[in-house]
Every structure is written in C-alpha cells, then in structure tokens.
C-alpha cells in the first residue's frame, strides 16, 4: 500500500463570469473492483467523520466539491456503475482537482482475488455489473481490464482479499483519520435494575453492593449529582478499590476495542433505584475517559425519565 502526497495551493476559479473560491477540503475518492468493499469503504469513513455519498455522476463531480468546500470532508464512491463513467474522464477530473483546487484529494482503490470476488456475489447473489448476460469471471475480468489505469494513478491501493472487515476499517482508519482523538464514541449510562438492562449495553457493572443512600432520610430525595451524595457513596470502605478495578479493566480493554475499528462502546452502571450510587459511579467514570483523552456522553437514565 503506498500513499503519495501532492501539493496543492489555494485558487479562485472563474466559471460563467462568476468567481468561485476553494476553501480547504479534504476529500477521498474510492473505486476499485466491484464486490471488493467499496461500500465498507464509504461507510467507514463516514464513521471517521467524512460526509459519504456514493455514485454521484462524473459530471457533478467538481460542482459538488465546490459547494462542499469548507464544509464536512467528503468520502465519493465511483465505479462502473455510475452514471457517465469513463476511466478517461474521471483521471481528467482528478488530475484538474489535483492541481488546480486547493483541496486534499486522495484517490482510494480496492481490489481483491478474482476467485474471492467470485465467492462474495456468489454469497451475496448479486449480479455482477458488467456480466448481466455472461459468466461472472468474465465481467470480473473485463472490469480489471477496463478500470486498471485508475489503478496506477491511485494513491492508495488495498487489496482486501484476505482483509476481515475490522482489519480494512483500521487500515482506512491509519490513513485518513481526521483527529488525533480516538474515533469510538463511549456512552455511559447510569440505570435502574428494577427497570431493567439497557439493551445497547456492551458492558455492565452492578454496583447495588455500596452502601445506598436510600436508607439516609436527608439523601432519599437529592441524586448522584448532588455533592452529599457523591460524599457518602465514596466514604464506603470499598469505594475506592472497585473504581481502581474497574479503571483498570478499562485501561487494558478500550485500546482492544479501539483497535477493533468499534464506532460506540456503551457503559452501564446500574442500581437498585438509578438515582444515587449508578449516578455518583458514572458521574465519575466519566470524568476519569475524559481525561484520558476519550469521546464520552453520559445520559442517567431513570433521572431523564423523572
């Protein structure tokens, strides 16, 4: 896999006697070989933030980048299947994008095995674009042929033969990540049992064994936002170890689900009521990911629905 920097400066372009200014936009063009995960492609970076918009026409190509400049950064699928495709045309339209608009263009191709290819329209039983009337391997290789200098001008080329679906997403993850920040999004509940599991839970801590400020008359009516709460849950003599536990069982595994290309991991803490004890834990835990640096929303849920 090679990726190739090119330099690029800031322009105007004069079009029907009207001036248009480029601001600064990153996009990534993605084509490659039908069936080759095109559309994983467009649909991971859209995680990592990119607007993705597949099959728009050649033609449009340029009009769309202009009324996208300075806007999100854009992730465009092109293939056989779009409208007015044509290996020529879309190298021109690169190449005039490349050095006359300001803008970070990186052109992506996928490719895989003729015999994987094969085997994923088989599974997917999809008809090949270029083989509606003939065998599959024939369209497969009519499409390489065709499209094979888009290849070579390419900035980066992945071969996903023997690429998992996580692995790819890490892959476009290394090179076109827009932040430094880690791109999973960690939601963290505070919940109820008696109102049952979140189901987009992934992990869940009980924390019904601290001491409950239910039982003290001045607490019953504040929350785990309240600083007398926050106070008395900590005072509990085991407090302290499990939230130490608990941080670092997080420290050896949220670099594990990072590094498995996950968009959201959603934390639960639950109690007896959802008012005292899950709030003053996820109160708190939320504080400890954000200084390390990692994406977090936090949402009580009983307290929401009070």
Not at 286 to 303: S, Y
Request: hydrophobic fraction near 40%.
């Amino acid at each position: 896999m090679i990726m190739s920097d090119s330099n690029h400066t800031e322009i105007s372009l004069q079009l029907a006697d009207k001036q248009y200014s480029y601001d600064k936009s990153k996009v990534v063009v993605i084509t490659g070989l039908s069936g080759a995960g095109k559309s994983l492609a467009l649909k991971s970076l859209e995680d990592l933030g990119y607007e993705a918009i597949d099959n728009i026409p050649l033609s449009l190509l340029i009009a769309l980048i202009r009324l996208s400049a300075s806007a999100r950064p854009l992730a465009i699928g092109i293939d056989i299947r779009t409208r007015d495709f044509n290996v020529t045309t879309m190298l021109a339209e690169i190449d005039h994008l490349v050095q006359k608009s300001s803008i970070e263009l990186s052109l992506l191709f996928l490719i895989s095995d003729d015999t994987v290819l094969c085997r994923r329209f088989k599974e997917t039983r999809r008809r090949h674009p270029l083989a509606p009337d003939r065998p599959l391997l024939d369209g497969i290789r009519h499409e390489r042929k065709l499209i094979s200098p888009l290849e070579k001008r390419a900035d980066l080329v992945i071969d996903t033969s023997a690429l998992h679906p996580s692995k790819l997403k890490r892959v476009l993850c290394s090179h076109f990540k827009l932040t430094s920040k880690p791109s999973m999004i960690i939601f963290v509940i505070s919940f109820s049992y008696r109102n049952g599991l979140p189901r987009e839970a992934d992990l869940i801590f009980d924390v019904r064994f601290l001491d409950n400020p239910h039982y003290v008359e001045i607490l019953r009516p504040l929350t785990g936002r309240d600083e007398q709460v926050v106070k008395y849950v900590s005072k509990d003599p085991d407090f302290s170890q499990f939230f130490e536990v608990l941080t670092t069982l997080l420290k050896i595994s949220l670099p594990r689900f990072i590094a498995e290309s996950r968009s959201y991991l959603t934390i639960a803490i639950g109690c007896t009521g959802g008012k005292h004890r899950s709030v003053v834990v996820s109160e708190k835990l939320t504080n400890w990911l954000r200084e390390q640096d990692q994406q977090v929303d936090l949402w009580h849920r009983e307290l929401e629905a009070m």
